[in-house]
């Protein structure tokens, strides 16, 4: 890769933005983790970024229109992952920031059902932009789901890379925000509030008429039948 083959990976965080970082940077590719796209201005060194911060636009945060045409030679990543998984990772991560900064589990605010729609309907319409955008340069595009047991060997493999077994800063089904980090002394999330997040997922999942959450891309009953799948088959992906 030389300077001008930038590596944007433009999915949530939540989505493997760790171990993808990290990936890159054992193979000896200069790279930047949380990124925005006056970052990408300000170190023009970096070859990779990942890690578009928390859920805002994506397209308002890194411009990825602007990155596109001003780094012709870029190439753009689609991290994702299953919708529920991501769900409880995000809101789980939401609650131990709160923890730490507390230093307890006293008044912590949980999303509730409204808060999950809105992410759940805001990761909807970006995936539906982001397919639409770069349509006419699919080749530009690769849609990477960390839910599948190889896609870290299948993403080494896209980029030439080496090989590494790399699972850093994975959500736990206990409620757990990492599995090999401490960021609070606390062990794991509470009981009742591990549950009663899982019950407004649940719910929220439920009235939007939800059925497969395991969906790491579109889930069918939140978009038109004719609107995003029959473009897929352009994109390079793992789904």
């Known amino acids: ?45 970096h070859q990779v970024f990942s890690d578009t911060g928390g859920v805002v636009p994506i397209k308002n945060c890194i411009k990825y229109h602007k990155l596109c045409h001003e780094y012709k030679n870029s190439t753009f990543v689609l991290n994702t992952r299953n919708l529920d998984g991501w769900l409880l990772s995000h809101c789980t991560h939401q609650y131990w ?21 809105s992410l759940i309907r805001s990761r909807v319409d970006e995936y539906k932009k982001i397919i639409n955008f770069f349509q006419p340069t699919p080749e530009r595009l690769l849609i990477l789901n960390i839910n599948r047991d190889n896609w870290l060997q299948f993403l080494s493999n896209h980029f030439d890379l080496k090989h590494f077994d790399l699972k850093l800063n994975v959500t736990q089904s206990s409620g757990n925000q990492y599995a090999n980090n ?31 959450a395991s969906n790491p891309f579109l889930p069918k009953e939140l978009i038109h039948a004719e609107e995003i799948p029959a473009l897929l088959h352009l994109f390079k992906n793992n789904l």
């Not at 990976?9 to 983790?33: D, E, P, Q, R």
């Not at 230093?103 to 729609?117: F, L």
């Open 1 to 45: 890769m030389t300077l001008k083959d930038k590596i944007f990976f433009i999915g949530y965080h939540k989505t493997a933005t760790t171990t993808i970082h990290n990936l890159f940077s054992l193979n000896n590719v200069k790279s930047l983790h949380n990124y925005s796209y006056d970052s990408v201005k300000n170190n023009p060194l």
């Open 97 to 117: 920031l709160q923890a730490r900064d507390k230093k307890s589990t006293e008044n912590i605010h949980m999303y509730k059902t409204k808060d999950i729609s």
């Open 182 to 212: 401490q960021n609070t002394p606390l062990e794991h999330i509470p009981h009742r509030d591990l549950l009663k997040i899982k019950k407004n997922i649940r719910s929220t999942l439920d009235d939007l008429g939800v059925k497969d």
